[in-house]
């Protein structure tokens, strides 16, 4: 059972445009949820993190919103540019233990 | 401030051989994780170490592959007797101590193995 589940698999976008992922899970143990951005052939960089006692975080052109009633939490990078073209993964865990992550969403940041 | 290093970056074995992956964890943290990711996929935990015990190995299988974080070096991943399913890249990433700070782990860059 996938304990995240993330959509869309695959976004485009145009440069300037808005990108918004999102993610979905179950576990109400889960206290902090990371966003990694992945490049071809790298390793996954944290983007941007928030915990569920607060309903957004930005920074720079990054933003998470998180509703906890929901438990859904999502991705929005404001202005796109080529540059943040990028698979990004949504994570969860709970007491800093092993992340389960979202399957992933390749965006592609037109110019 | 070195980030964590994993290596080799590329490894290739032929079915049956074993393979062996490295990986520094950052300096000071003292939690290691491994992770495989098949293409086109997210990462899926495989396990958690910490210095000289495996803390959850809930997502390894249960033959051919094994983890060590010894006192000290470098943190291993073994896997014995590979076949070809085995081929993927397996990350490594560390943390600081346990309920200290964000929890965040940092990741490696990655061994990427291939198995023919």
């Known amino acids: 059972q996938q304990q995240v589940k993330q959509s869309p698999q695959s976004l485009i976008v145009q440069k300037g445009g808005i990108s918004i992922i999102n993610c979905a899970y179950e576990?109400?143990?889960?206290?902090?949820f990371p966003w990694y951005q992945q490049f071809p052939g790298k390793g996954p960089a944290l983007l941007i993190a928030?915990?569920?006692?607060?309903s957004e975080k930005k920074e720079g052109r990054f933003t998470i919103s998180f509703n906890k009633s929901a438990k859904q939490f999502s991705l929005h990078i404001m202005d796109s540019q080529p540059g943040d073209s990028a698979t990004y993964f949504c994570?969860?865990?709970?007491?800093?233990?092993?992340?389960?992550f979202g399957s992933g969403t390749k965006l592609n940041v037109k110019p | 401030n070195a980030g964590v290093m994993q290596n080799p970056r590329h490894l290739v074995r032929r079915r049956g051989q074993e393979a062996r992956l490295r990986c520094s964890p950052m300096?000071?943290?003292?939690?290691v994780y491994w992770y495989r990711q098949l293409p086109e996929e997210g990462l899926k935990f495989m396990v958690y170490?910490?210095?000289?015990?495996?803390?959850?190995e809930s997502g390894m299988p249960k033959e051919r592959f094994s983890a060590e974080f010894p006192k000290e070096g470098p943190s291993i991943l073994r896997i014995q007797q590979v076949v070809r399913g085995d081929s993927a890249a397996y990350f490594c990433?560390?943390?600081?101590?346990?309920?200290?700070?964000?929890?965040?782990?940092?990741f490696g860059p990655g061994t990427r193995l291939t198995v023919l």
């Open positions: 990433a560390s943390s600081l101590r346990e309920g200290s700070g964000s929890g965040e782990q940092f």
């Open positions: 576990n109400t143990a889960f206290d902090y």
């Open positions: 928030i915990r569920p006692d607060v």
């Open positions: 994570a969860a865990h709970p007491n800093f233990n092993k992340f389960y």
């Open positions: 300096k000071g943290h003292s939690h």
């Open positions: 170490l910490q210095k000289e015990n495996i803390i959850d």
